[in-house]
């Protein structure tokens, strides 16, 4: 073998531990941006990551061509064997759980696109804002709304809730490279649905001079029962008290950290709202005595909490699907501590489910193979004729279950 054909083999050999220390490099990327730092903090972590992944990648570059990686002495030798597991086998592994999750049962749905672009140029939906450039990369999805219409058969239903319907908008991001037309083409999308409940599950703004945007676009919106709020990570950087005021003013209550009940048709609806680890969390010790329990939690991370509690529903957002979706390997950043678990669609735990929103917008306005969406969710009670677990006292909590419940929600 020529010189040169053994440098250029030895290069290809340092690919595998290449791509096993990128994924670790994205996995502490994924697991820091959901520990509760405020977005300004961890654009700085996410940057010195990045400066340290540059660094140590010249480094180890470096070592393995004056002698390659199998050579070296422990514990670097043992760090690239863990590199070469983590690109051949975990990441692989992890992608093809993504790609081959079924949807739970006892779910149907439909989902229809509507370019929002086609009824006026999109440069009429473009604003003037710093990051307006994205909007215009070739085949950006960030105009083609997807409006998700889901039926749920949940165990726990009670049957005087039998067909609530709920509106969910998540992840809105409102800023300037949008035209404020943008967003009143999503709200417009709505209004034909009916809607008993509609709830929005954070991170409405991005930009601090467009927090008068949500009157007048949520303000639009309309509930039986009422339209409910919390913010998001985002929201926090961008004056909250006045986020929560203007929400107030479009008739939305902000559910931070708080539960409220709701009297529907005989039967009481619990619903809480988080945006924890940002926010105020849940007091579990003082959650009401429902009928049934919904969750607005804008971080999917609080799920196996709310199963342990009883939640009987979960409402999310924040992870936006990753907003760039690779084939055969799926999302790769998502601002979660289990990473790319929790990344879109719904998930199951026992009787409870939880839906995570793809969102609408989002700090940086790029999407590819993970368009925008807004949903309604119908609710039903789980017939005998599904395979989900019909629990005896279907739709009620006895004492005994209610004591269960707040025994293991106490931290």
Known sequence: MSLDWQWLAILALALP???????????????GSGLGFSEAIADRVRSVLFVVLLATSGLLLFGHMHDPWWNWAWPPRGYAILCVLSATVIAPLCSLRLALRRRPDGITGSSSAQDLAVSEQSEGLIGPGPKRWLLRLPRNESFRLH??????????????????????????????????????????????????LVVVTGDLVEDDSVVEWIEPLLGRMEARLGKFAILGNHDRDHEPRRIMAELGRAGFETLEGEWTSIDCDGAVLALGGTSEPWGRPLDRRTMPAADFRILLSHSPDQFYVAQKCGID????????????????????????????????????????????????AGKNPVRYGCPPEVARFTLHVARASTSLPVLQGQGTRGRKSEETDRAWCRD
């Not at 800023?175 to 649905?193: H, P």
């Not at 990473?339 to 995570?356: H, K």
């Open 17 to 31: 531990p290449a791509i096993g220390h990128v994924y670790h490099f994205v996995l502490m990327v994924n697991v």
């Open 147 to 196: 409006r998700r219409e889901w039926d749920l058969a949940l165990p726990r239903m009670p049957e005087k809730l039998d067909g609530l319907q709920i509106v969910q908008l998540s992840d809105l991001h409102f800023a300037t490279c949008f035209d404020r037309k943008f967003f009143e083409n999503v709200i417009e999308s709505c209004l034909a649905w009916h809607a008993d």
């Open 313 to 360: 529903l979960v409402l999310s957002g924040h992870n936006h699907g990753g907003q760039i979706r690779f084939p055969f390997v799926g999302p790769v950043f998502m601002p979660s501590r289990y990473s790319r678990r929790f990344d879109r669609g719904f998930f199951r735990r026992r009787e409870t489910l939880m839906y995570v929103s793809e969102g609408i």
